[in-house]
């Protein structure tokens, strides 16, 4: 089994900062492009960001600028750091990643965590 968990969402003051992270659990070889998208109350969810294996990363535009991605491949960990965070930030985050390598051929695609609540 494999499981992607994030933590760090919180209630934060106007300009404030926090570090949302998500750690994939269980037996994993390899991990592809990793990202974070949120949801907002009566919004679909949208990109917020993504990284690569190899460390390339895209950002949405509305967040350029305020928010970084990054990984830790060891820890199979990424994290978002969010600064200057606004009203429209608010939303469920949620981890997603596009593929986990388990063994040499088998594959698990398109997997997310379950979210995590991020108030401003």
């Known amino acids: 089994q494999v499981q992607l968990v994030e933590s760090g969402g919180a209630l934060v003051q106007p300009g404030g900062s926090l570090r949302l992270s998500c750690t994939a659990s269980g037996s994993i070889l390899r991990i592809t492009t990793m990202g974070w998208y949120r949801q907002a109350p009566g919004k679909q969810r949208e990109l917020v960001a993504t990284?690569?294996?190899?460390?390339?990363?895209n950002y949405a535009d509305s967040v350029k600028d305020r928010f970084t991605i990054s990984r830790d491949n060891a820890k199979k960990t990424v994290y978002l750091q969010m600064n200057s965070l606004k009203a429209e930030d608010t939303a469920v985050y949620y981890c997603h990643t596009d593929a986990v390598q388990r063994t040499e051929t088998l594959w698990w695609s398109d997997l997310w965590g379950q979210g995590t609540q991020v108030t401003r």
């Open positions: 990284i690569t294996s190899s460390g390339s990363t």
